[in-house]
């Protein structure tokens, strides 16, 4: 079975500083894609970065960035520039490629952004 | 411009009174997701549809129940709630091989 572990329940940053979310998954396949995804206070979950196993580049989206080892099974989030709108959960996630789609979370991070 | 709809956001049901949640998306992703979520938890994937192949994961009480007449509609019954079936009840789409879509969710109260 898929698993995946977030080993940081809460985090804090300062405004404008740097922050990395930890993520490590258990897995038998070979391809498969790894998302993380945030949760704001108002509930509604968004997709912040995704990251296909089979490409070896760490993918980015303006602020954010991942460090993505396969080898460790290791898929870690960047943020940099942290705002006050980042405050949230955040939520790492994995899904087998080309199966059955099934879409498996990790328990999350609350990260918290000071001013 | 909402893609994923989820109704109603709130919903209160008596103990033991079936109550149905619903979800439409305007995305024509073949992918439905069910889950549920309690208080600062990681979301529980309750079962997911592929096209018309429901996938029900093993851990799920039989208690609920999903049905989705077509690809824009997916319900989700729960028989007879008990208080531990109140929490925040997520529906998601995707298309195969991209990421998920979710519905703002509808928070059940079981009184």
């Known amino acids: 079975a898929q698993t995946v572990t977030q080993s940081q329940p809460e985090m804090s940053v300062q405004e404008a500083e740097t922050v990395t979310l930890s993520c490590t998954y258990d897995?038998?396949?070979?391809?498969?894609?790894l998302f993380w995804y945030k949760q704001p206070p108002s509930r509604q979950m968004i997709l912040v970065i995704r990251?296909?196993?089979?490409?070896?580049q760490n993918a980015t989206e303006n602020r954010f960035s991942v460090n993505f080892q396969k080898a460790a099974k290791s898929f870690s989030l960047k943020i940099s520039d942290s705002q006050l709108g980042d405050a949230a959960m955040y939520f790492c996630?994995?899904?087998?490629?080309?199966?059955?789609?099934?879409?498996?979370f990790g328990k999350g991070t609350k990260l918290t952004v000071n001013p | 411009d909402a893609m994923v709809i989820q109704n109603p956001r709130y919903q209160v049901t008596q103990f033991g009174k079936p109550v149905t949640l619903s979800c439409s998306q305007t995305l024509n992703h073949n992918v439905m997701y069910w889950y549920q979520q309690k208080s600062s938890q990681a979301p529980k994937l309750l079962f997911h549809?592929?096209?018309?192949?429901?996938?029900n994961e093993a851990d799920t009480p039989d208690n609920f129940q999903s049905r989705r007449p077509n690809t824009s509609f997916c319900f989700l019954d729960i028989r007879s709630p008990g208080l531990g079936d109140a929490a925040m009840y997520l529906c998601?789409?995707?298309?195969?091989?991209?990421?998920?879509?979710f519905g703002q969710g509808t928070r059940l109260t079981v009184v």
């Open positions: 998601a789409t995707s298309r195969l091989n991209t990421e998920a879509f």
């Open positions: 990251q296909e196993a089979y490409k070896q």
């Open positions: 897995t038998s396949e070979s391809d498969y894609y």
């Open positions: 996630a994995y899904q087998i490629q080309g199966g059955s789609e099934k879409l498996v």
């Open positions: 549809y592929y096209d018309k192949d429901f996938n």
